[in-house]
């Protein structure tokens, strides 16, 4: 594998399940983020984790939950979800971004969830 | 205000042709500017950053206008290959890994 990978690609839930994404990058970075993108809207920055701690936090309802256990892996625990919480979850990740100036993102193919 | 704002398009412009897009920011302390492409059901990828003096890659080149808080990019002799959606993104002001993107931009290339 090579890059970022998020599993599952697809994934359909009812409000009241819990399910989680997976996130995976195999590039050495140390830092990793979730995106939401909403159709007609922008990419919207959710969760950013630098060195394995949370260091961004963007106002995102409890009912999203991450966890980053090392630095290669990202999840998104999802419960209660509401119908509007339906888009594409992105996954990304960069090297240093603590050390100043900027460090390319790279993303994963996304998780397209749709809640029913 | 948006904090980036682009024309969400389409421009549909026939294969041979140039064309731009811009893109207003409204936070005059951001430090970093990029363009990135989006295809279809996939994920952004960066096309490539955004100096202040200019930068060109190839057939395509953005400029930046910090004065009017302006970003612009130029995309000569277009390809098939060049349909896409172009999402303008600065950092924030204060962190730099927080990424501030725009809508984007959707370009149809016609044979």
């Known amino acids: 594998e090579t890059g970022v990978t998020q599993t599952p690609r697809h994934l359909v839930m009812g409000m009241t399940n819990k399910k989680s994404l997976k996130c995976e990058q195999h590039?050495?970075?140390?830092?990793m983020y979730w995106y939401k993108q909403s159709a007609k809207k922008p990419l919207e920055l959710m969760f950013v984790?630098?060195?394995?701690?949370?260091?961004e936090n963007n106002s995102v309802p409890s009912r999203f939950s991450p966890e980053c256990p090392n630095s290669s892996h990202l999840f998104l625990h999802l419960h209660t979800l509401q119908p509007e919480d339906s888009a594409l979850y992105l996954c990304?990740?960069?090297?240093?971004?603590?050390?100043?100036?900027?460090?390319?993102?790279?993303f994963g193919p996304g998780t397209r969830l749709t809640v029913l | 205000r948006k904090e980036v704002e682009q024309d969400p398009g389409p421009f549909n412009v026939p294969e041979g042709a140039t064309v731009a897009f811009n893109c207003t920011y409204s936070?005059?302390?951001?430090?970093?500017f990029f363009w990135y492409r989006q295809d279809c059901r996939k994920e952004p990828k960066l096309l490539m950053s955004?100096?202040?003096s200019g930068n060109e890659d190839g057939r395509f080149t953005a400029q930046l206008n910090r004065a009017s808080q302006y970003i612009s990019l130029l995309i000569r002799d277009s390809k098939l290959s060049d349909s896409a959606t172009y999402l303008c993104?600065?950092?924030?002001?204060?962190?730099?890994?927080?990424?501030?993107f725009g809508t984007g931009t959707r370009l149809q290339v016609f044979p």
């Open positions: 990304a990740s960069s090297q240093d971004p603590g050390t100043g100036g900027y460090n390319e993102q790279f």
């Open positions: 590039l050495g970075h140390n830092a």
């Open positions: 936070n005059s302390a951001s430090q970093s």
């Open positions: 955004v100096y202040s």
């Open positions: 984790y630098s060195l394995e701690e949370r260091v």
């Open positions: 993104v600065v950092t924030d002001s204060y962190n730099t890994d927080k990424l501030i």
